[in-house]
């Protein structure tokens, strides 16, 4: 589907991974077709999985983000990677999942959820105009945005998830890189604090946005006196 986007750009969706103490994994493809069709082929092949639960229909945008939205007042640990959008590494991704749960299993609240989301990085985002986040030098090919996360009802395992969650990312990176599958880009709604999303934007964007803080911010008060949030101020340059 990330391939064919090009050709079918109404077509969206993404892959979710979801495990947690005392229940069996789980995958969900969540896909759509904004234009409506039915019979898309976004959906090719998903009737073929033996589905246990099959909630497709036709509904407006707004109802479909309504069965997205999770449960309120959480704890979250999240990290990000980016990759090429092929079936080797999403082969990738399972092996290091079920080697994540298996480690973890015993060792979290009962009422912990690890999630794995592959959402979609079209070409489609590139070369359509100047762009701060790198994507026209960097998006060559079609790939994956990773989103490696845990829900938790309490704030206890989060020192534990974030080294798990750590050695998770530079697995899937090194494999990435080591493969030729890389893509820098990283998304920084789903950036851990650790990570430095900024940078992958690349030296030119960085300079820029540096320009823009010492223009509107020049005595750095959201730089260096706003807590929460990535600053250029800290992002090593590229």
């Known amino acids: ?25 789980s995958v969900a493809f969540i896909t759509a077709n904004v234009d409506g069709v039915s019979k898309s082929s976004s959906f090719a092949g998903l009737a073929d999985l033996g589905p246990l639960i099959d909630t497709r229909s036709a509904v407006p945008n707004s109802e479909f983000v309504k069965q997205l939205q999770g449960t309120l007042g959480l704890y979250n640990v999240w990290f990000t990677q980016s990759f090429h959008a092929t079936m080797e590494m999403g082969r990738k991704v399972l092996e290091v999942f079920e080697a994540l749960i298996a480690d973890l299993e015993g060792k979290l609240d009962e009422n912990a959820t690890i999630i794995f989301v ?4 079209s070409t489609n985002y590139a070369n359509n105009g100047p762009n701060i986040l790198g994507l026209n030098e960097e998006l060559t090919e079609p790939s994956i945005v990773l989103q490696v996360e845990c829900l938790l009802p309490t704030p206890n395992d989060e020192a534990l998830l974030t080294e798990k969650f750590e050695a998770v990312i530079d697995e899937i990176f090194e494999h990435a890189a080591r493969t030729g599958q890389s893509t820098i880009f990283k998304y920084i709604n789903y950036a851990h604090q650790t990570q430095d999303p900024l940078q992958s934007y690349g030296g030119d964007n960085q300079d820029f946005l540096e320009k823009v803080a010492q223009t509107y911010d020049p005595n750095g008060f959201f730089q260096h006196r706003v807590s929460g949030g990535f600053k250029i101020s800290k992002s090593n340059r590229a």
Request: a negative charge; aromatic letters at 6%; hydrophobic letters at 30%.
């Open 118 to 121: 592959m959402t979609p990085l």
């Open 1 to 25: 589907m990330v391939r064919e986007n090009e050709e079918n750009p109404a077509e969206s969706g993404f892959v979710s991974l979801s495990w947690g103490p005392g229940r069996d994994p």
